[in-house]
Nanobody, 121 residues
Framework: QVQLVESGGGLVQAGGSLILSCTAS????????MGWYRRAPGKQRELVAT???????NYADSVKGRFTISRDNAKRTVYVQMNSLKAEDTAVYYC???????????????WGQGTQVTVSS
């Protein structure tokens, strides 16, 4: 059973930094796109950043220049380095990965359980 486990959330002051990690495990054949999404209170879940298996990245306009997504394919882990955090970055952050499980012919989208990031102003 494929699982994504996130870590690294917490409370930080505005202007500070955090790094989130997400590791995939369990019956994995191949991992394709990985990414981070977030859901702020009272809002819909939105894209933060994605990265393909070859390293091509995509960012939401709201985080460009402040957040950096990266991955370590050997460790099956995706990271997001978040700098210059703002109060409006407060949200639950979710890891997402498109994974082809062992013995499966197609990939499926998997989600982590979410990790809270709170930025105090």
């Amino acid at each position: 059973q494929v699982q994504l486990v996130e870590s690294g959330g917490g409370l930080v002051q505005a202007g500070g930094s955090l790094i989130l990690s997400c590791t995939a495990s369990g019956g994995i054949g191949s991992i394709y796109d990985m990414g981070w999404y977030r859901r702020a209170p009272g809002k819909q879940r939105e894209l933060v950043a994605t990265i393909t298996d070859s390293g091509t990245t995509n960012y939401a306009d709201s985080v460009k220049g402040r957040f950096t997504i990266s991955r370590d394919n050997a460790k099956r882990t995706v990271y997001v380095q978040m700098n210059s955090l703002k109060a409006e970055d407060t949200a639950v952050y979710y890891c997402n990965a498109h994974v082809r499980a062992i013995l499966q012919s197609r990939s499926s989208s998997y989600w982590g359980q979410g990790t809270q990031v709170t930025v105090s102003s």
